[in-house]
């Protein structure tokens, strides 16, 4: 299995996969492979992907790069929606052709979504 793109939980990850901070407020660019994963695995902890800066080691933290609500732990953040960079390439990529055909629903709502609610 390859870690570029995947799906788990509803949402795609890997590194291929651009994104910016799910720490509210923060607008970094990043990417939601597990460099960037709570924990370092999306499979565990609130699953979510931080930047540097919103993933740390704090100090009753007895793993390694967890956001602050892990370390705590509490509620996890709200996760962000897709960047349009990325909804646009799986709108228009040819490498995502089949993928389209297999989800004609994503593609409406995302069109109209891209597209102020008009298809």
């Known amino acids: 299995m390859g870690y570029q793109c995947y799906e788990h939980n509803g949402r795609d990850q890997g590194y291929g996969v651009p994104a910016i901070c799910d720490h509210p407020g923060c607008n970094e ?4 492979g597990v460099s960037y994963a709570c924990g370092g695995d999306p499979m565990e902890n609130c699953g979510l992907f931080f930047c540097g800066k919103h993933r740390a080691n704090y100090p009753d933290d007895a793993s390694l790069g967890v956001c602050e609500r892990c370390a705590i732990p509490a509620r996890p ?7 349009p960079e ?4 799986k709108l228009n990529d040819p490498s995502w ?4 055909a ?4 994503w593609v409406k709502s995302a069109r109209a979504s891209r597209n102020g609610g008009e298809e």
């Open 29 to 32: 660019r990043i990417h939601r």
């Open 77 to 83: 953040f709200k996760r962000k929606p897709d960047i």
């Open 86 to 89: 990325w909804t646009d390439w």
């Open 97 to 100: 052709a089949e993928w389209r």
């Open 102 to 105: 297999a989800n004609p629903e």
